[in-house]
Nanobody, 115 residues
Framework: VQLVESGGGLVQPGGSLQLSCAASGFTVSNYVVRWFRQAPGKERELVDAITRDDGRSYSADSVKGRFTVSRDNARNILYLQMNNLLPEDTAVYYC?????????WGQGTQVTVSS
């Protein structure tokens, strides 16, 4: 199982970014895949998740209405579309999956929201 995030960068407040998580070794549509983030000095927190089967998503209150998770089943990629970004969204963003009782994490991608 491997997860590789990309798409992070520096963006001004109010801007948008789309993060990608390329998955291998498992099929994203068969598992709950989650996006977490960790800001400096803070614990890692769950941001968004997409369920298997029906693809419904869960969003943390702090990002509800601004972030949207989706997936491309054909390409086995998970996306996190982030709109109206705020300075407090600055963090390293990780995708995560639990497969056969093991937690798998990507290497993370840095998102910095600053003017």
């Amino acid at each position: 199982v491997q997860l590789v995030e990309s798409g992070g960068g520096l963006v001004q407040p109010g801007g948008s970014l789309q993060l990608s998580c390329a998955a291998s070794g498992f099929t994203v549509s068969n598992y709950v895949v989650r996006w977490f983030r960790q800001a400096p000095g803070k614990e890692r927190e769950l941001v968004d998740a997409i369920t298997r089967d029906d693809g419904r998503s869960y969003s943390a209150d702090s990002v509800k209405g601004r972030f949207t998770v989706s997936r491309d089943n054909a390409r086995n990629i998970l996306y996190l579309q982030m709109n109206n970004l705020l300075p407090e969204d600055t963090a390293v963003y990780y995708c995560h999956v639990l497969v056969n009782g093991y937690n798998y994490w990507g290497q993370g991608t840095q998102v910095t929201v600053s003017s």
